[in-house]
């Protein structure tokens, strides 16, 4: 599936998906009438929240303060509630007041073709497409984080800080088998609030979050909610799937693509990405997705440097088995793949990897995210009546998934 920033965007795949993984400021400003803007297409499953808009409609674009030296402001902690409910209760107006200043907008240009049967003049047209997101600061070198989907194919992007100052920004890397990107404006002359980075792993069921972003273009609107399940695996702009994402009820629209997910405190634990819509809707449903920040910290200084990260890869697609036998049942084998080369077949049932148990295909995704190119690995599989050990040697994760995982 292709993984432009103007085509349509994959889907988060259910248990039964390809197993494979990578791995205080200002209230928002309300536009004072709505802008033109093309959303790009939602999928039946899922959607990437990055708003698309029309080659008519132009953003503000521009050169940031004459001034050379660069402010660094460090957010605060957010306040606990003082409503006397929870000692640990997300207090909404603190936190808004402590981060808003260190999310920005995003907007990406680029040019788009359309295939010749798609064209009435029956040869391949060309047509210039904007894209807007969101991303956030996360050091005072003028660094900012956001999805890869919100830049992929972007021939210019422009960021937009919350006192109207903008930045052509320089994309330094992107990892396309977790949607994170990393960009790099000229520090000079700004004042910088880097949002402080939590912990993914800290995070329970029940957990109040909030997030940051630009849905349909009203910046740095607030919404807040729970995190409503963990461990989800959603689809990533290569094919394969994103590992450990985090699930919330908080709203996310098109537009918030890239923005933070914060915990009570105001630290950042996700970067938002997804939602699930049944196809009819473009707008929030209470089900959205988050790449979790741990797997952000783990690649985020190799992304800065401009280097490639590389993910491991079984070369299986699978589902979740039924009955008796839990486990991912293997429905297809990538020929020539690390998989297929350590004699893994469509129709076994992988049990386990080392000692971890494998329940399903989440918890073999998972798994596999724990691990690099070149690891060998026992996998336990059971096949007909018979429970086999294969040793796999993983390799690494091509940049495109296929049919066959």
Do not use: C, W
């Not at 210039?128 to 050091?139: H, I, P, R, Y």
């Not at 949607?179 to 520090?187: F, N, Q």
């Not at 699930?276 to 809707?281: D, E, F, K, L, P």
């Not at 088995?321 to 991912?328: D, E, L, Y």
Request: no cysteine; net charge negative; hydrophobic share 35%.
């Amino acid at each position: 599936m292709a993984n432009s920033l103007f085509d349509s965007p994959p889907t988060v795949p259910p248990d039964d998906g390809t197993a494979d993984t990578a791995a205080a400021g200002p209230p928002p400003r309300r536009p004072s009438a709505p802008r033109t803007r093309r959303l790009a297409a939602l999928l039946m499953v899922t959607a990437l929240l990055g708003g698309v808009a029309g080659a008519t409609l132009v953003l503000a674009t521009g050169a940031g303060g004459g001034a050379s030296t660069t402010t660094i402001t460090e957010a605060p902690t957010a306040a606990a509630s003082n409503d006397g409910s929870s000692a640990t209760g997300l207090n909404a107006s603190s936190l808004y007041a402590s981060t808003a200043a260190g999310v920005v907008d995003i907007t990406s240009r680029g040019v788009t073709t359309s295939s010749a049967s798609d064209s009435p003049f029956g040869a391949p047209q060309q047509s210039e497409a904007t894209a807007t997101g969101t991303g956030f600061v996360v050091d005072g070198k003028g660094h900012i984080v956001t999805a890869a989907h919100v830049v992929n194919g972007a021939s210019s992007i422009t960021v937009t800080f919350q006192d109207g100052t903008t930045r052509t920004a320089k994309l330094l890397g992107k990892d396309d088998a977790t949607d994170v990107a990393v960009l790099s404006v000229d520090p000079s002359g700004l004042t910088l609030h880097p949002l402080a980075l939590g912990s993914s792993a800290s995070l329970d069921v029940g957990d109040q979050v909030a997030a940051i972003g630009d849905p349909f273009t009203y910046e740095r609107s607030l919404s807040t909610g729970i995190v409503s399940g963990l461990d989800r695996t959603i689809s990533a702009p290569n094919g394969f799937t994103v590992a450990h994402a985090i699930q919330t009820d908080a709203a996310l629209n098109p537009g918030n693509s890239g923005g933070p997910v914060l915990d009570a405190s105001g630290k950042v634990i996700g970067i938002v990405d997804q939602i699930a819509t049944n196809g009819s809707s473009q707008t929030s449903s209470g089900v959205g997705f988050a790449v979790p920040i741990d797997l952000v910290k783990s690649e985020l200084s190799d992304l800065e440097a401009g280097k490639t990260v590389n993910h491991a890869y079984l070369g299986v697609s699978t589902s979740t088995a039924g009955g008796s036998t839990a486990g991912a049942l293997v429905q297809g084998v990538t020929s020539g793949g690390p998989a297929d080369n350590a004699g893994l077949r469509s129709g076994d049932i992988v049990t386990a990897i080392g000692s971890t148990a494998i329940k399903g295909t989440n918890d073999l995704v998972a798994t596999i995210a724990t691990h690099k190119p070149g690891d060998r690995v026992s996998v336990s599989v059971r096949r007909g009546s018979q429970t086999r050990e294969l040793t796999v040697t993983l390799g690494t994760q091509p940049t495109q998934a296929t049919s066959s995982g």
